[in-house]
């Protein structure tokens, strides 16, 4: 059975509201600040490799590392994970964190080191992407990320300071 003419209408009116209220709301959250909305197309994009971070082995990072004098580690694992061994000189940097690690003087002092590596706790690096991209997007050079974190770290017989599982 075919609906009536006035269901149509109905269905096609409620239609046109929904779309409506979406654009209003959607542009109503993009005019705060610090809310834009990706499908609006001012909100963030994902991290990229050559433009927020880039990519480098364990046993370049540590080459890095050890060759120049002003390069920070920051590591996303939390206090415990890096009491079970760290990267010499590395700095806990948990990502969840970075709203209140990255202040004016942090992001003043990471801006003039040689480089900025950032290692993780697993082989996934998704975390440490984010964290690349947010210096980024505070007007820092792209930071190394160490592929396979930590536990490349180890396995390339690298050395670790602290305590060892």
Same mark, same amino acid.
């Given at each position: 059975?075919?609906? !009536? *003419?006035?269901?149509? +209408?109905? $269905? ?7 779309? %409506?209220?979406?654009?209003?709301? &959607? ?39 050890? !060759? *120049?004098?002003?390069? +920070?580690? $920051? ?7 890096? %009491?079970?061994?760290?990267?010499? &000189? ?40 984010? *964290?690349?991209?947010e210096l980024r997007l505070r007007g820092l050079a792209p930071p190394h990320i160490v592929l396979g974190g930590m536990p ?14």
């Amino acid at each position: 059975m075919l609906p !009536s *003419l006035a269901v149509e +209408r109905r $269905l096609f009116r409620e239609a046109a509201i929904i779309v %409506a209220a979406t654009l209003l709301v &959607g542009t109503a959250a993009n005019l705060i600040p610090g809310r834009r909305l990706p499908w609006w197309g001012q909100g963030r994009v994902a991290p990229s490799q050559g433009t927020d971070f880039n990519l480098i082995d364990p046993i370049a990072a540590e080459m890095l590392r050890s !060759s *120049l004098p002003g390069v +920070r580690v $920051l590591d996303t694992r939390g206090e415990a994970e890096m %009491a079970g061994g760290h990267i010499a &000189g590395a700095e806990s940097f948990p990502y969840q964190d970075a709203g209140t690690l990255l202040t004016a003087e942090a992001i003043a002092s990471l801006g003039t080191a040689d480089a900025v590596i950032i290692v993780g706790a697993s082989e996934e690096s998704d975390i440490e992407q984010l *964290l690349a991209q947010e210096l980024r997007l505070r007007g820092l050079a792209p930071p190394h990320i160490v592929l396979g974190g930590m536990p490349a770290w180890r396995a390339s017989g690298l050395p670790v300071e602290g305590a060892q599982p």
